[in-house]
């Protein structure tokens, strides 16, 4: 084998050592780098690096903890706007506004029909308008055309992009449905907000933080999880360093009878390329957000997706080249290094 034949193997090797250890903590981020280290059988020491590079060179961007905001009483709603006469401070003004506020947890521009989509977590109608209120009065002007709608269920699909040559059956985490407010205290609301953009925090560290024990810490997690608030912890990653690009398509449906949703599920499943699965009531009853190398694949997808669901009656794209906050929770603290 020559040096240079032998470079290539290494470095097709990393890639996919990497590859392995963004899958393993898209499925679980809290687990154990022992326990990870011999599921890919490489050294502690390796794992314990590759990660580390992978934070540090923005590959991962944070460490997310799957909750269901709708089990603490919150439900989730959309905003799309399409802008008019808005100079480029202007809108990073506007998009700045949106970012603090603790209770819009998802803001990014966009290509497409439309220049910017946010979801907002709010107790109520009356709370959305009140959230809502604010930024139409600061930049209603500079808004050409607004869309709402209401979110029922979500399912997120584990990351089996990241390993095509390895099919499967993607796993699926569902949230939201029936709005309920779980009775939780203090303490399990502290360590939903330090966990749900720090998966990976040690329990001594969230116990430090919230001033009580590791075993207090462990136990409540537990409890969390059990009452389905937790659903899992799983990794925020930045795809333009992954050379992925991020689409959504809002679909019109002729019908979404129970038959039909089963469909579209089992479909999501079986492609590794959905990302989301966005059940919703509006102008669009579905919305599925993807996860592609370019639009040429997108569009295979979707022509694939309408062959198996003939019941679509069409679609609009868009495609995502910068997302500016994705947060699992309101009022939840920032990531930590």
């Not at 899958?23 to 780098?33: G, K, M, N, T, V």
């Not at 966009?110 to 709370?127: E, P, V, Y």
């Not at 997706?305 to 929770?329: A, V």
Request: glycine share 4%.
């Amino acid at each position: 084998m020559t040096p240079n034949n032998h470079k290539n193997n290494q470095t097709r090797r990393r890639d996919l050592i990497d590859r392995k250890i963004i899958y393993e903590l898209d499925l679980d981020a809290r687990i154990p780098i022992t326990q990870l280290a011999k599921k890919l059988r490489q050294p502690r020491e390796t794992i314990n690096y590759r990660i580390a590079r992978l934070v540090q060179d923005g590959i991962i961007r944070k460490f997310v903890t799957m909750i269901d905001t709708a089990k603490l009483g919150y439900s989730v709603y959309k905003m799309y706007f399409k802008f008019q006469n808005i100079d480029k401070k202007t809108e990073e003004e506007a998009i700045a506004w949106l970012t603090q506020n603790k209770y819009i947890y998802w803001v990014a521009t966009a290509k497409g029909k439309w220049d910017l989509n946010i979801t907002i977590f709010a107790n109520n109608i009356n709370h959305f308008d009140e959230i809502m209120s604010g930024f139409i009065t600061r930049y209603g002007q500079y808004i050409q055309e607004q869309e709402f709608n209401t979110t029922l269920s979500v399912g997120i699909m584990s990351k089996d992009w990241i390993l095509p040559e390895q099919k499967k059956y993607s796993k699926i985490v569902t949230f939201g449905s029936k709005v309920i407010d779980t009775k939780i205290d203090h303490t399990d609301v502290e360590i939903l907000r330090i966990l749900a953009n720090n998966a990976r925090m040690p329990a001594m560290a969230i116990a430090r933080k919230i001033k009580s024990t590791q075993k207090i810490v462990i136990y409540r997690m537990k409890q969390l999880e059990e009452k389905g608030i937790i659903l899992g912890y799983t990794t925020s990653l930045d795809l333009e360093k992954l050379d992925m690009q991020f689409f959504k398509a809002t679909i019109a449906l002729n019908t979404l009878q129970p038959r039909i949703r089963t469909k579209i599920i089992e479909y999501c499943r079986n492609n590794p390329h959905i990302g989301f699965l966005i059940f919703c009531v509006g102008t669009w009853p579905l919305e599925l957000e993807l996860i592609v190398k370019n639009n040429t694949q997108f569009y295979a997808v979707m022509d694939e997706l309408r062959q198996s669901i003939p019941e679509i009656r069409g679609y609009d794209t868009m495609i995502f080249p910068k997302e500016y906050k994705f947060d699992w929770m309101p009022l939840c603290y920032e990531a930590e290094r």
